[in-house]
């Protein structure tokens, strides 16, 4: 726990924790207004927009395919909505139809044109690059007191921290409609709340921590971040306040346990190399949500929610 | 060299694979509708993330006997069972606690597949070092396939599409009214099972050919797309196995034909252009078929009230209004109206006049419920019934 963690491994952490909490916030609302797979639907189109993005641009850069990953998140959304109306389809399958096709796009643009000058594939878009994010320029925990080292942070920490700090922001900010709108749409609107417009900005913000935290992690995490802590909250709890804070709790929990044991676990083991830190943060927190499954004290909610 | 592959010239295993891609896209499409009309079409992208750890762990338990990690086989087999597992774990979730069904599909498509990626992480590091069929299955390919392979894929395709046929009538029964299954005797979880299974067989045969991530889109594409063209439940399965049957033939085959084409996404942006066609071209439900319905009504409409109003002698000021008019020979540009145009108008005012005597008195409320400002009232009652309600209209004048 010394000058080799803060490089290599306390970077990566935070950012890790950050895209939890940043995906998990949103992820409650989401649960409870039966929305769940709209970050998995989210999560697939963000490869067909930075696809288009360094098709446009010709160059990896990460501002063009944050835009590309944002508008490619909104066409999808708008398609959904779209599909679902204009073809009077149940909302999952018009879902299905957008994403995989958006999706196969993407990978069809990637396959026939030539990225292989660039680091660009399918398997970065699913597994990001957590582990790869280290703070080259820290020397240990002084570190973090020295402007110098604290200028060579990863542009994706800061990328990420402010995407946590909008959702963060969003959520308390609009806490009292968004409560409103997600138990009682009728009564938010007779209160004069905009629930179209609020709901359209939930999703929007949930584009904007998918987005944010594929750019660190890839996309695995963002879909088991968006849902597997609001469940597990949603069992630990009837009260929605807490149910948040719950949900940040599992969120920096899985984080935090999925990055230690996808880096030192292989080690106690007895192998070598590390695996996959998203996919065993993804993981921890299905394991997190099976606990709650199974010992949750409100996880039938007949006493109240009946 | 696409003429060949479509006329299946490309060699003995791409004419087994696109065979077997066809035949998967048939069962996929009439599978598919079942889970469509039950409004459960994304559980099947649980099913198919979760194959991934299956895949991971079958690799590693066949190299630890000491077998070849890559047997096809062996990993279909790892695979159903952790799908299987996964959709236990779906069920679980949605019957055992209040998490409603969409929460439990992400988690476990999600969780799957995130342990999948770190078994496939930890192979990677194995000595043996030959993970790279394995990550063949996220996006599927045919390319370099066995022969062995290509048989247990068109054998797998016919198996599933037989089954979908047999069991076609219980899972249609299930699909519009499980309480009346039920009650007929219908076995609701049996049937259930049996659609999930068929989801699985399908998902497990596609994994070579289309990928895990977007096998989904042939179980839900096709059917989405069915349901524009028909309304009974045995034309849409047949139509989207068809649709899904013709996606996985030109996809196979065109794919076969360049070596930098993927195969799934191409079979799935088939399926999709099917989609869009049938969203925009199909009769009456289709967008097109829509927007002409709309134009008709307008036209419809339009030229009633001009007629109502040229009857009254009123000018019609409304240019849409009196181009209908003068297009129709009913009136002359300056507005006045032609002796048709006074026939016609003197036909659409005594019409109304009917309606307006129909629709207050008694005994003829069905019909006058049928009261639209556009349907002539001789469509709904009888010559005599009219004759009646003249003979009470008479005595005022017209």
């Excluded at chain 1, 957008?98 to 597994?127: I, N, R």
Aim: with cysteine.
């Amino acid at each position: 726990m010394g000058a080799d963690f803060v490089i290599l491994s306390l970077v990566p952490m935070l950012i890790g924790i950050l895209a939890a909490v940043a995906c998990a916030l949103p992820g409650n609302f989401l649960l409870l207004r039966r929305q769940s797979l709209i970050g998995d639907a989210i999560s697939h189109v963000v490869l067909p927009g930075i696809v288009a993005a360094f098709l446009l641009t010709g160059q990896v850069t990460t501002l063009p395919m944050l835009a590309g990953a944002a508008a490619a998140a909104l066409v999808a959304v708008a398609l959904i909505e779209a599909v679902r109306r204009l073809g009077r389809i149940e909302p999952g399958a018009a879902m299905g139809v957008v994403f995989t096709t958006m999706f196969a796009g993407g990978v069809l643009l990637l396959d026939v044109s030539d990225t292989s000058s660039v680091h660009l594939d399918v398997e970065h878009a699913l597994y990001g690059n957590l582990e790869s994010l280290i703070w080259i320029d820290a020397e240990g925990w002084h570190s973090l007191v020295d402007p110098a080292a604290l200028a060579g942070l990863p542009a994706e920490l800061w990328r990420i921290a402010a995407a946590a700090a909008g959702v963060t922001a969003f959520t308390w900010l609009f806490w009292r409609p968004l409560v409103a709108a997600t138990f009682d749409e009728g009564f938010a609107r007779a209160q004069g709340v905009a629930t179209t417009a609020l709901g359209l900005g939930l999703v929007m913000v949930a584009a904007l921590a998918a987005v944010a935290a594929f750019d660190a992690v890839g996309s695995i995490i963002v879909i088991a971040m968006f849902i597997c802590p609001a469940a597990a909250a949603r069992l630990m709890t009837d009260r929605l306040g807490a149910q948040v804070a719950w949900s940040v709790g599992f969120a920096v929990a899985s984080a935090i346990i999925g990055y230690v044991l996808a880096g030192y676990g292989p080690l106690w083991l007895g192998g070598q190399d590390a695996v996959s830190a998203a996919g065993m943060i993804a993981t921890v927190s299905g394991a997190i949500l099976a606990g709650a499954c199974l010992a949750g004290p409100r996880r039938r909610g007949a006493t109240s929610s009946a | 060299m696409l003429l060949d592959a479509l006329t299946l010239q490309l060699g003995y295993n791409a004419t087994l694979v696109t065979l077997g891609a066809t035949l998967l896209g048939i069962t996929a499409g009439a599978t598919g509708t079942f889970l469509f009309l039950r409004k459960r079409a994304l559980l099947s992208d649980a099913i198919s993330h979760a194959t991934l750890t299956g895949i991971g762990l079958a690799f590693l338990a066949m190299t630890a006997l000491g077998l070849d990690g890559r047997n096809l086989a062996g990993l279909l087999v790892g695979s159903a069972l952790s799908a299987g597992a996964g959709l236990m774990a779906v069920h679980w979730m949605t019957t055992r606690t209040r998490l409603p069904e969409d929460a439990a599909i992400g988690a476990v498509l999600s969780v799957f597949f995130g342990a999948g990626i770190v078994l496939l992480t930890v192979i990677q590091t194995l000595d043996t070092g030959r993970q790279a069929g394995l990550e063949s299955f996220l996006l599927g390919a045919t390319a370099g396939m066995l022969r062995a392979e290509a048989w247990l894929i068109a054998a797998g395709g016919a198996a599933a599409l037989a089954l979908t046929v047999l069991l076609r009538r219980p899972m249609t029964l299930v699909a519009f009214d499980p309480g009346y299954a039920q009650a007929r005797g219908v076995n609701l979880r049996a049937v259930d099972l049996a659609t999930m299974g068929l989801a699985l067989a399908v998902t497990l045969i596609g994994l070579k050919v289309v990928g895990l991530i977007l096998i989904v889109a042939l179980l839900i594409i096709p059917p989405a797309a069915a349901r524009f063209w028909t309304d009974r439940s045995g034309a849409m399965a047949a139509l989207a196995g068809a649709m899904g049957g013709a996606a996985g033939y030109v996809g196979t085959a065109v794919s076969a034909s360049a070596p930098a084409l993927p195969t799934g996404p191409i079979v799935v942006l088939a399926a999709a252009a099917l989609f869009v066609l049938s969203l925009l071209a199909a009769p009456r439900r289709g967008l097109l078929a829509g927007a002409l319905r709309h134009v008709a009504h307008r036209r419809d409409v339009h030229l009633r009230q001009g007629l109502l109003a040229l009857a009254q002698g009123l000018p019609v000021y409304e240019s849409y209004t009196q181009r209908l008019l003068v297009r129709a020979g009913l009136a002359r540009p300056d507005g006045v109206p032609t002796d048709a145009g006074r026939a016609a108008a003197a036909r659409a005012l005594r019409d109304e006049a009917r309606w307006a005597l129909a629709r207050t008195g008694q005994g003829n409320e069905a019909a006058a419920s049928l009261y639209d400002g556009l349907r002539p009232i001789s469509s709904v009652l009888t010559e005599d019934e009219i004759a009646a309600l003249d003979a009470r209209l008479a005595p005022r004048g017209v």
